[in-house]
């Protein structure tokens, strides 16, 4: 086996809804001895599968001739392992809401059961283009009961951009947001940066987070790809670890359409 290289460093990455992550004296193998601080960036966000990576900032950088211990971007031989530690947001990529996260002493990721977040009968709801407030009327039309209520805005095409986090980002209304919890949904997602109205009008009040929440309904926020769901018949699941304490935390949102 020839030399083998790894690189020491700090990193600090932003991600575009205003996560961040850093870490101190990570380790990662290189494939040679030379590499830039932007080919080591893209390695690291390809070893730990970061989405959404706004920039990444690689600082104290040594180099290190050490055997290769394995990951996504270098192929090596034996079986060794990389335990790596992550320090983040919770409120980081596609997340869920819990009731704790609004209303303390109410069920955190550890209260809230798996079926209000796995293998749940789902519905999307299309939001004309331009239409920011979503609305009971607009919900009427549709069975919620006991289903994940998807709000497909349209919002996700600006992911990454910095018009994501606009005013103008489409909500769930105060109101529509009741009519969720009186007719029974399970679960509520929306592919925007905030279920509620985050626009300077409405004074930092957040009336369907709380309405929800109250209820028991969890809330999943930076939704994508819900153009690609039919209109019902299929599962969805946007289950996160069990971390006592945390009242929202990152998920692999997905559905799995009938066959």
Known sequence: MGEQWRAQFDAEVSFANGGRLRTEGFRLDIPGREITDDDLAALFVRHLGLLMVADVRISATTIIEEPHKGGRGVAVDGTEFQV???DM?????????????????????????????ADLPGV????PTGIRAVDRLMLAPYEVAGRAVLLHTGWDTHFGTQRYGAPEAPYLT???AQALADAGATLVGIDSINIDDMSPTAAGVRPAHS????????????LTGLDALPPSGFRFTAAPPMVAGMGTFPVRAFAVVDA
Do not use: C, F, M
Request: net charge neutral.
């Open 89 to 117: 947001i919770a409120n980081t990529g596609t997340y869920l809401d819990t009731p704790a996260h609004r209303w303390s002493g109410r069920n955190d990721l550890t209260g809230v059961s798996l079926d209000r977040l």
């Open 124 to 127: 999307v709801v299309r939001v």
């Open 84 to 86: 790596a530690r992550i």
């Open 211 to 222: 309405t929800l929440l109250a209820a028991g309904i969890p809330i999943v926020e930076h």
């Open 174 to 176: 105060g109101d529509a």
